[in-house]
């Protein structure tokens, strides 16, 4: 009974020794494509902290990303910024130069990936002319994104919060307009007319797949905000999960229109 048992454990460990290779051995090709970070089973992720990797091949990609300079790795505003990529086994390593001096290397030691689905430990370390100078390891889960809403959102929309629960819940409309040239407008009405607001002196944005990236400055101080978007013809929907500086957190949500 023993040897039985022992030869049924051993053919069990091959066989999700295999199963886990066969995900490993096809990484190369699985992996080409767009990713966006998206919540585990478990933790959600701030739509401020996601980003979105496109693997055009398995030695180029492109990074998006939006950080202040509050957040771990300091300021970053990468719109597809193209890094190079080595495949090594079950890890994609990706080499980011910033400039000259500045260089951040993202290590994605994948566990899992297949059905749009890839998990994986990912490292990051930020070195200044050589020197070690900031390093982030977490877990991580990507979702593949098959949707690119960078042309649709082009033109002026106006919509409302439709969640409630937060700063963005206040009963107003509000109105956009995004330009080819990766600028914004943010309108505010009187009376009857929706005149730009001039307290803003920076509107950017950009979009990678499903995912808005915003940044404006007020009255010299700069804010960010990224959003989880969905076009469909002339309506758009944004998502976002915030945390806020009471410490509560919970899920925004908008509807908009687009109007002539």
Known sequence: MRKV???????????????????????????????????????PVLTNNKDVITFFSTTKASVSVSLDAGQEMGELWLVEKPVDVEIKGNKAILTNRIDDHTTIVTELEVSTIGNGEMIANRTITKTVD????????????????????????????????????????????????????????????????????????????????????????????????N?????????MNWSAYRQFNDGTSNVVTFEMTKVE
């Open 5 to 43: 048992t022992f030869v049924i454990l051993v053919a069990t460990v091959a066989l999700l020794s295999t199963s886990c290779k066969k995900d490993i051995i096809n990484l190369p090709e699985q992996i080409i494509g767009k990713w966006t970070t998206a919540k585990s089973q478990v933790d």
């Open 227 to 235: 959003w989880d978007i969905a076009i469909n013809g002339n309506i």
């Open 130 to 225: 050589g020197s070690v100078v900031q390093s982030l390891n977490q877990d991580v889960r990507y979702v593949q994104v098959n949707v690119g809403y960078e042309q649709a959102i082009l033109g002026t929309w106006e919509g409302r919060c439709t969640s409630t629960g937060s700063a963005f819940d206040d009963g107003e409309i509000h109105r956009w307009e995004y330009k080819a040239d990766g600028s914004y407008v943010y309108y505010v009405k009187e009376g009857d007319n929706w005149i730009p607001d001039e307290s803003d002196e920076l509107h950017q944005y950009f979009v990678d797949g499903d995912l808005l990236f915003t940044r404006w400055t007020s009255y010299g101080q700069e804010f960010r905000e």
